[in-house]
């Protein structure tokens, strides 16, 4: 054996206990009798313990130094993991206990604070968090701000200076449209969101469209419910997504639509990467692009529903009853501000996120306290919004991420919305790429996607896949530009 | 952390990798896309590799020669380990891996041979297997038989020479009763068998029975569809039953019954165990004694009609039409030879096993050679149910045990036959057990049964439970009399 081959024999054990992983939390929320919880838990807690002492152990560090990698790929395999492994041995076995201990307290205090919309009682473990992800930022080191050293967890190589920069010119150039959207008045008829759709034909409708249009197949994957839709995976050939049925019907169309984008990136990463850390995507924020894609760009497109609106009417005649495509279309785009970020269109939506970039960046540096965050962000909701929540369950509380310990998260969405216009707009500058994306037929953009994204898993950064597949760094003027012309038509605003 | 308190952990690492090694297993059967299957199979085998290097480790040993054990439980889990460990640490792990390898070739070439019933092309595998398994028992070590060290992974502390005169008894005294049925001749009308039953309804009955009757229900277990009906737990809240659904209906609703008496005894596993080698059924035939009881002895005894022919009736009118409890009763216990084990009744089952052990103990033994098996198979079919197979697929080369590697396995089955009648007479001396039986009301016995067997676990060897459960050793005179009592009764013989 060589000492690649070594190294790939401990990559490839790592990987199967993560995979083993990924199928026991999947099956979590999807099939398990609500006794097995407990000692669920105690299981994941082993198996991510192994991993984590597999990873971490001296023989690893050992056999990353003295390897010779021979080729591309074994240069990329080791190049990654050279990268995981001095982050994960940066932080002391300790800490990671402490940390998963203090995010179990945090998850649990969190239920229940929001549904008794009670914030003070989740504070102090929102300080615990806060002051575990400075110690975290610490350990790791970082050049200019705490910050980078925790989103570098989601999105390498990515800097808050960076994202400041981008959403401050996202919020310049997105709040006039939104005042000009508002002004403009809205006089559709939404009820048809939420006519009656039978569980099983929304789920099956979803499901074939996902097959059709987008390639996620029952070959290499599955659709099953839960109560928070994901896409998980435990390797290119053997990927769930779930869903969730509600009356607002399109919840589970376009959710669907959502983790089939994440679903075909995996998917798509090269096989050569196969049980090595390279395979996976290359960020959260890559990722976001391609489900968010799937999901807005083209599943909120006029040709998808031209294509598509038969076999809706097939589906659910009930629901399409007197509609017609071009109707149906128009209802599945309002633009209207809300107070729930999951919930919120494509004109909202990253206003919703950088409030909490903006808000995690104040208790990070310490210039906001966690006691008067409700206050902060209820004054953030008006100021872009013009909301105010009327309590904390469906204001500060609404979302599970820093209850985790997930400080540096959130960005990666907008990051992600403005990417998929980036990349859909460069595909496109392929002819045959974009007469198929205006006929809805998209089997030659996801080829260009798998080419220029999937393929690479994690051996380029989100900055290098970029520019690699765009031409440009990351930027918002796509994003605007596709906002304007969108939903100035869509509100007749010129 | 005292010795113990090390020692559990690693025992706990040791179980959660089973567990979960047995979660990617169960999902492979149940959910799994078809091209997730290769590396699902690299998954399950670095489980079980670092699963056995961690119990295999000299640390293991060094806190099982050191620890202390403090009262009755961590004896047991002490005593449970030490005997495991010592059965592991005798196989290197290159004779692991060689017969890892081996068996997986012999599988293929088993699914290969049995769809051409094709002997010859197996034989070399089968040839192969039986070397390795003399190897096995030479590492192990035996007093008396090569069988002795085998079988004992199946049944601890079962002989080959008891298994020989337990079943040559049971031969002896079930021959006769089977020829006087045989002569009796057979006049029902079976056809009810295969009444059209919407395969809906039969999961629906099947497990809402096994609920009512047995216990199982979803707060800690689930039912869901495979090729070849299990029984697998992840602990003994997490635990799950497959079914398969034919034309000839019973074969659904007895072997839901068939496994929810294996899903029960793991449930009735005293959660003190939880996480530690003991925590699981004392062995394969004990864990047959139960599923036996709830399928044959329960499921088909004519109370347990009386009480769901009602129900059955409901679920499924047009299977139930112009027929009666009484009726059911019948037609779900007919007698007739037939080739194929699986499908065997309650009097020629054990014929079938019984032909297995005598031909895998001459093979073991070498006065049989693998070239000669189909021959000698085919013989003993005709000697002891008068039938001859018409090609190998449907004989010798119907079960995948030896495929496997599973030699010693066979005679489990007909050891749970008998120990399930001795095990509920003993029950019945219980004047409240019996009556609810004769009611077909099984909560008393199933308290009976998590006493005398259940939640001991492995703490208890199988020979030492039977002799607890019952006030003697295993033996065949119950098993005989249940049989020509109720087929006395059915046939008319007397």
Known sequence: MTTFDELSRRLGQVSDLGAAASL???????FMPPEAARVRGLQLA???????????????????DGV?????????????ARRDYAKATRLPTA?????TRAQNEAHHAWVHAREHSDFASFAPYLERMMDLARRQADLRGFEDHPYDALIDDYEPGMR?????????????????????IRAAGDAADYGVLTRPFPADAQKAFAWRVAGEA???????????????????????????ITTRVEEYWPACLFGTWHEAGHAMYERGVHERWERTPVSAGASLGVHE??????????????PFWQRYFPQLQEAAPQVTAGLDAAALYRAVNRVQPSLIRVEADEVTYNFHVMLRFELELALL??????????????????AYLGLTPPDDASGVLQDIHWSAGLIGYFPTYTLGNLLSVQLLEAARQDAGVAAGIDRAEYGPLRAWLVEQVHQHGRSLSPAELTVQATGWPLSADPYVAYLTRKYGEIYNLN
């Open 46 to 64: 082993t198996l991510a313990g192994l991993s984590h002492e597999l990873f971490t152990a001296p023989e690893t560090g050992a056999l990353l």
């Open 365 to 382: 540096e310490g210039s906001l306290s966690v006691r008067d965050l409700p206050e902060a962000w209820n004054a953030k909701m008006q």
């Open 160 to 180: 808050a200076a960076q994202v400041q920069s981008v959403f401050a010119d996202l919020r310049d150039r997105t709040l006039p449209l939104l005042e000009k």
């Open 214 to 240: 987008f390639g996620l197949t029952g070959d290499f994957a599955r659709q099953d419910e839960s109560a928070h839709p994901f896409q998980s995976n435990f390797s290119r050939s053997d990927i769930r």
């Open 289 to 302: 692009s391609q489900s968010r894609m799937f999901e807005n760009l083209l599943g909120r497109s006029l």
């Open 95 to 99: 800490f990671v206990e402490d940390r």
């Open 68 to 80: 010779q990698p021979d080729g591309d790929t074994q240069a990329a395999v080791v190049r990654v």
């Open 24 to 30: 026991l939390s999947w099956e979590q929320e999807t």
